[in-house]
Structures are given as C-alpha cells and as structure tokens.
C-alpha cells in the first residue's frame, strides 16, 4: 500500500550546501520524497512510500533519513495535528458540514487535544470516529496517522525528565 506522510526535521549541523543534502538522501534511499527547505536549518520530507504497513512505511523512512543525516533531530510526523478545515478536505467534505457533524455530535466526537483559535486534533481520532459512524475514510491516511500520532506521543515523552514522568503518570492513574 501506498503510505503519504511528512518527516521535519531540526538540522543541527547544516552548512547551507542544499544539493549536497539533498544527494546525500537520495542515496539513502529518500527519492520517493519531496525535500522542502524553507528555513534555515529546517528540513521537511514528504514521502510516498510503497509498504506493508504504515509502521514500516514511517520506520523504513525514519531510519534512511538517519542513514543520510546522523545529526538530524525529528522533531514532527504528520499527518498527525489538524484543525477541522484539514480533516475534511481528508474526508472529502466542507468545513461547515464536518463542523455540523461534530457539533451534533458533541458526546462522542473526539476531544480536540488544544481547544481554542484554532482548535487541533489527531487526525488519527477522528478519522476512526468517522469511519465508525460510516463516513468514508482512506484506510492508508487512517493507518499513517495512527502511526505519525504514537511517533509525536513519544518525542514529547522523551522530553520530560525521569522523575516527573513517573510522577505525572501516578497522578493520570
């Protein structure tokens, strides 16, 4: 299957020699990405990647990018945060209608994990939510944010020291 995602990253060593980067993940195994550039130190990937799995698909990716820049710092995966305008053009639908769909839903409609202007969600959630109400969803989007939500989960817990992980851990028990 066929697996759309986006890889950031925080170059820690970067010298400004853009098409050396770029040859260099190439021959690690990224030419089914498409490198951006934008900032200054700043690396965003998308990749189509052909795999088993989404696991496999994010890992397999994850692990060439390792190979091509060792100092390289992942520091997001999407699709993962979404506000609702993204959910719908995922589902193929207006904002206004997904908007009515939540609001008519409200009990059980996932939590946004930040509520304000604008709101976010894992994009993960709320595909599977609308996947059991019937909408149509796309298994492999479905399946990739699942797997771009435990990545980003997991980064933000290793930022937390040692001890204040267990004790917030204690206190959500």
């Known amino acids: 299957m066929e697996y759309i995602f986006t890889l950031k ?15 260099r993940l190439f021959e690690a195994g990224c030419d089914d990405a498409l490198p951006g550039i934008g900032r200054t130190g700043r690396l965003a990937l998308e990749f ?7 696991q496999q698909a994010l ?3 994850i692990a060439d990018v390792r190979r091509a820049l060792d100092h390289a710092e992942l520091i997001e995966v999407l699709p993962d945060y979404v506000g609702l305008t993204d959910i719908a053009d995922h589902v193929g ?28 969600w894992h994009l993960a959630d709320v595909l599977r939510w609308l996947h059991e109400q019937g909408y149509a969803v796309d298994a492999s989007t479905l399946e990739i944010s699942a ?20 004790e917030l851990e204690a206190l959500m028990a």
């Open 93 to 120: 639908m207006s904002r206004q209608n997904l908007r009515k769909i939540a609001l008519n839903h409200a009990a059980t409609f996932p939590a946004a994990v930040h509520e304000g202007n604008p709101s976010l």
């Open 147 to 166: 797997v771009a939500r435990e990545f980003n989960i997991a980064m933000q817990a290793r930022r937390l020291p040692a001890d204040r992980s267990g």
């Open 59 to 61: 890992e397999s990716a």
């Open 9 to 23: 990253y925080r170059l820690h060593e970067y010298d400004g020699n853009d098409q050396a980067l770029l040859d």
């Open 48 to 54: 189509s990647r052909e795999a088993e799995s989404g």
